[in-house]
């Protein structure tokens, strides 16, 4: 079981930056994956970044290569997105996800592989 709670959603303009934290439960250290999704209005939920966590493996939506970062503070439990030179089209609400075991063979950035959900911090770009 791990529980996540993200912050550091709020609006800003385009061109803008925003960091987003997912903090969990339990060690990060143990996860072995994480990932950010986001879900605008009428738009099905995307994979945005995601890291596999034993590695250090980052991976990315090509939307958002270069202009975000995902990374993970076994420190303090908490997984961030970087998000930089923002688009009104970034608009959505953010969601973290967690898959503490397993191997994924496959798209990481698919939502079916993640067992575990914050409740989502809304990012509004505004133009």
């Known amino acids: 079981q791990v529980q996540l709670v993200e912050s550091g959603g709020g609006s800003v303009q385009a061109g803008g930056s925003l960091r987003l934290s997912c903090a969990a439960s339990?060690?990060?250290?143990?996860?072995?994956?994480m990932g950010w999704f986001r879900q605008a209005p009428g738009k099905e939920r995307e994979g945005v970044a995601a890291?596999?966590?034993?590695?250090?493996?980052?991976y990315y939506a090509d939307s958002v290569k270069g202009r975000f970062t995902i990374s993970l503070d076994n420190a303090k439990n908490t997984v961030y997105l970087q998000m930089n030179s923002l688009k009104p089209e970034d608009t959505a609400m953010y969601y973290c996800?967690?898959?503490?075991?397993?191997?994924?063979?496959?798209?990481?950035?698919?939502?079916?592989?993640?067992?575990?959900w914050g409740q989502g911090t809304q990012v509004t770009v505004v133009s």
């Open positions: 890291i596999y966590s034993a590695r250090g493996v980052t």
């Open positions: 996800a967690a898959r503490p075991t397993g191997v994924v063979i496959g798209n990481l950035l698919s939502e079916r592989w993640y067992g575990y």
């Open positions: 339990r060690y990060t250290s143990s996860i072995n994956y």
